[in-house]
């Protein structure tokens, strides 16, 4: 490598038709989850129970009118209670040709559940978006992205071929037992940047939706030049916003603009990767050191 020329590196995946980087969109319909899942009786809290309900009525129609526009797929993670109380959004997710992932009943967090309550919950939720939505989920996102030691294995039981929940990369990985990961961040998500809420107090002062997009792009730039999996998590509630669409939309734009991207939903990224980490070559070197299990997944 020449010092005087910017450091890339190997591209740290192979990605279809030679692309450098992989973009997953991903859309979290918590909605009213949001704050269910804090008070049962949050439906009394009128104000705040009218903020979270805009993500299902008003922000999620909005998004999907964008993605048409642009003509790009993503994976919609909704809650079986969301899908249970707007179940003409959750078709229209379907009918508009993306993917639908299981999220929890009321966006429950794992953390404190045993395996037989997770287990319940996670039948109960393939149960109602199957139902709703007429398919089969195969892709799973923890409420809050925290897994127990034993979700992936339940995963696995329950017939779903992806999870996108830990954080442990910024290319896909396998647990275990099989079960693939494609990993998020933080930063990558629009609650840091966009909730609040009086009270129950949410997040602290909205940022400005310039310096968002630097963020975003700036983290979009470097895993486009390393060859990285850019999972971006927005919630309709918060994205959903007028300004925050358009923001998405210059986005979206930009990264066409920069070329070699493949923006892929989740199923799409989980039967590629575990196709090519079948092949000859592929999981040497820097994928030897990367494609483990993580601690307590063993």
């Known amino acids: 490598m020449n010092p005087l020329e910017p450091f890339t590196p190997a591209?740290?995946?192979?990605?279809?038709?030679?692309?450098?980087?992989?973009?997953?969109?991903?859309?979290?319909?918590?909605?009213?989850?949001?704050?269910?899942?804090?008070?049962?009786?949050?439906?009394?809290?009128?104000?705040?129970?009218?903020?979270?309900?805009?993500?299902?009525?008003?922000?999620?129609?909005?998004?999907?009118g964008l993605l048409d526009h642009l003509g790009v797929g993503a994976t919609f993670f909704i809650p079986a209670y969301i899908a249970r109380n707007h179940q003409a959004m959750t078709r229209a997710v379907v009918s508009s040709g993306h993917e639908i992932g299981a999220h929890g009943d009321i966006h429950e967090r794992l953390h404190g559940l045993s395996r037989q309550q997770e287990a319940e919950i996670l039948r109960r939720s393939i149960g109602v978006l199957e139902e709703v939505a007429?398919?089969?989920?195969?892709?799973?996102?923890?409420?809050?992205?925290?897994?127990?030691?034993?979700?992936?294995?339940?995963?696995?039981?329950?017939?779903?071929?992806?999870?996108?929940?830990?954080m442990g990369d910024d290319i896909p990985y396998q647990y275990a037992n099989g079960m693939i990961e494609i990993p998020g961040q933080w930063m990558l998500e629009d609650w840091e940047q966009f909730a609040f809420n009086a009270d129950p107090a949410w997040g602290s002062i909205p940022q400005n939706c310039?310096?968002?997009?630097?963020?975003w792009w700036r983290e979009f730039e470097a895993m486009h030049r390393y060859g990285c999996c850019f999972v971006l998590?927005?919630?309709?509630?918060?994205?959903?916003?007028?300004?925050?669409?358009?923001l998405l939309e210059r986005l979206i734009r930009d990264m066409r603009a920069k070329g070699d991207v493949w923006f892929a939903q989740g199923h799409e990224i989980a039967a590629w990767y575990r196709s090519r980490m079948q092949e000859p070559g592929v999981g040497d070197a820097d994928f030897k050191i990367h494609h483990h299990a993580p601690d307590g997944c063993r």
């Open 11 to 64: 591209p740290r995946f192979p990605w279809p038709g030679g692309a450098r980087c992989a973009v997953m969109l991903c859309f979290d319909v918590d909605g009213e989850t949001t704050a269910l899942e804090q008070d049962p009786h949050a439906a009394d809290r009128v104000t705040t129970w009218s903020q979270c309900t805009y993500g299902p009525r008003v922000g999620a129609p909005r998004i999907l």
């Open 134 to 166: 007429g398919k089969r989920p195969i892709g799973y996102r923890a409420p809050w992205f925290e897994l127990n030691p034993w979700t992936p294995e339940l995963l696995m039981e329950h017939g779903f071929e992806y999870c996108a929940s830990g």
């Open 210 to 215: 310039s310096s968002v997009y630097d963020l």
């Open 233 to 246: 998590t927005l919630h309709p509630w918060l994205s959903g916003r007028p300004s925050r669409v358009q």
